[in-house]
């Protein structure tokens, strides 16, 4: 690592494979930030236990599928600025966690609009750490912080929109913590991406593993055209002669960010629009688009699976629980858990 590098730390939780959504949301940005900052990124496995707890199967298995997505996508953590990392294997952070929870009114999380979203969506038996990640998530940010007396550096975390709130409760833990003890954390910056939220195939807003609608960044070529051309398209139209609308069209928003070629995709629009191209052209040139697009991807996956993705994991780990436990003693010297009185 290096001192001077600005550090970034961002995670995801391990329910399933990753899809063409955390590509354009998260993903595609964090490979370019490997570049320039000291990188953390978290496989938040105990954050996926909020909502998972009675399916731990579901969470170990993508733990694997997450890493060779990671790996797949161009992230690379050969790079000595680059930290794959494991929630749960730093139990410092579920210590931070519970000491930042103290100066956290709970009313902070009740009024948390991510927060109420999805326990609206889960309805009744909500637990107890579901409705107190964002402090477990403020941990995970952090543990990472460099010491105030030593540098003001905040640290960078890209989300997408919906993580927001949290970013804004870890700075007011920030704040309240500072003035209770003494300076310990520096605040975090969200790093918002170009596309928060991608279109489901099915024209929901939102590709969600739960509604059926995604296109995985592991699904291979048939799976892959099946999806496309099951894709909703303009509902009014029903013959390839009718005039279609190509705002907000799943097919087109995907075409647009997908397919390199703008003069094919210009030109089948404005032949969408006059009624003179079918769906049928129009998802066909998606899927070589899509297709062409995952190539790479798929590539590096195949070398990947003949690696030991585990040592990444590790090795990433090791280096992180380094800095959590420094910024940990920080912590417990800061609320005078390290006893002075009695040395
Ligand atoms: N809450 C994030 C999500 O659901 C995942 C996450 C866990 C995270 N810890 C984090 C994101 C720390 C940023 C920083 O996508």
Known sequence: MSENMK?????????GPLHLGHYVGALKQWVLLQDEYECFFMIADVQALTTHAGNPKVIEESVRDVLLDFLAVGLDPTKPNVHFILQSAIPELAELTVYLSMVTPFTWMQSNPTIQQESKALGKGISTGFMCY??????DILFVSPDPTESKEEILVPVGEDQVPHLRDTNSIVSAFNRTYSPTFNECKPLLGDYPRLVGTDGQLKMSKSLGNCINLGDDEKTVEKMVKGMFTDPNRIH???PGTVEGNPVFIYHDIFNPDKKEVCDLKKRYKDGTVGDVEVKEKLNVAIQSFLKPIRERRKHAEKMDIKKFLEDGTDFARG?????????????????????
């Open 323 to 343: 800095l959590a436990v420094k910024t940990l003693s920080r912590t417990r010297k800061a609320m005078h858990l390290d006893y002075p009185s009695l040395k």
């Open 134 to 139: 964002p402090v477990s998530q403020a941990a």
């Open 7 to 15: 550090r970034v730390l961002t995670g995801i939780r391990p329910t």
């Open 240 to 242: 390839p002669n009718d």
